[in-house]
């Protein structure tokens, strides 16, 4: 248990379904990550939330919607997804310190969500 | 550019043995984290250690060792006496931003009974 949770574990949608992804972390971290974790593909970080703002948005498309409505919690909305997307979304958080030499940005990560488009 | 090298796909090693997990990074910066997460079959990164650019000491917790090499800009991972239970998908990591981490492709590591 790394102190991060993710709701659902599993989620099946079809094409012209909209669900969401919930993302909860209890270790007092600022920053919050989703990342796309596609089968023989390395690990592809899709958006960054730094004290809630994002900071980062890797060429993600538009069906995929970020929400960070506070440093603890982070939701990804999912809307007209294709069968391509699908892959196990992980959540992770870090405590960002100042910048400087020793920063610490360990990311912690959540057990994922298993997601099937059909 | 930065850039995690980890060539070994896949690894299968009988209990007991050692092995080692290789990590070449490329960064141009001076000041950054190299770390290793491990992933078993139920998904979840694990975070098992973060090294710092400036201190190449190598360390050891338990079975595991990392060793860090920054001439040939290295940080490789052996698992001594190997068991089943280490069987997962190790990945390195490398970050020179406090937001931003650069993973590897993942070495996907069989432990046989």
């Known amino acids: 248990e790394t102190g991060v949770t993710q709701t659902p574990r599993h989620l099946v949608m079809g094409m012209t379904n909209k669900k969401s992804l919930k993302c909860e972390q209890h270790l007092g971290h600022n920053a919050m990550y989703w990342y796309k974790q596609s089968a023989k593909k390395p690990l592809e970080l899709m958006f960054v939330y730094n004290f809630k703002e994002q900071t980062e948005n890797n060429s993600v498309p538009s069906r995929f919607s970020p929400e960070c409505p506070n440093s603890s919690h982070l939701f990804l909305h999912l809307h007209t997804l294709q069968p391509e997307d699908s892959a196990l979304y992980l959540c992770?958080?870090?405590?960002?310190?100042?910048?400087?030499?020793?920063?610490?940005?360990?990311?912690?990560f959540g057990p994922g969500t298993r997601l099937t488009v059909l | 550019a930065q850039k995690v090298t980890q060539a070994q796909t896949e690894i299968s090693v009988v209990e007991k043995e050692d092995v080692t997990l290789d990590c070449v990074y490329e960064t141009r910066d001076t000041t950054y984290y190299l770390f290793w997460y491990k992933q078993p079959p139920s998904g979840e990164l694990v975070f098992l250690i973060r090294r710092n650019s400036f201190d190449e000491q190598n360390e050891i917790s338990g079975r595991y060792s990392w060793n860090f090499q920054k001439s040939t800009s290295s940080f490789n991972f052996t698992i001594t006496a190997s068991q089943v239970v280490d069987s997962a998908v190790y990945f390195c990591a490398l970050s020179n931003r406090d937001d931003k981490i650069i993973f590897g492709k993942g070495t996907r590591l069989h432990i046989l009974p």
């Open positions: 992770a958080s870090s405590r960002l310190h100042g910048g400087g030499v020793r920063s610490y940005n360990e990311q912690f």
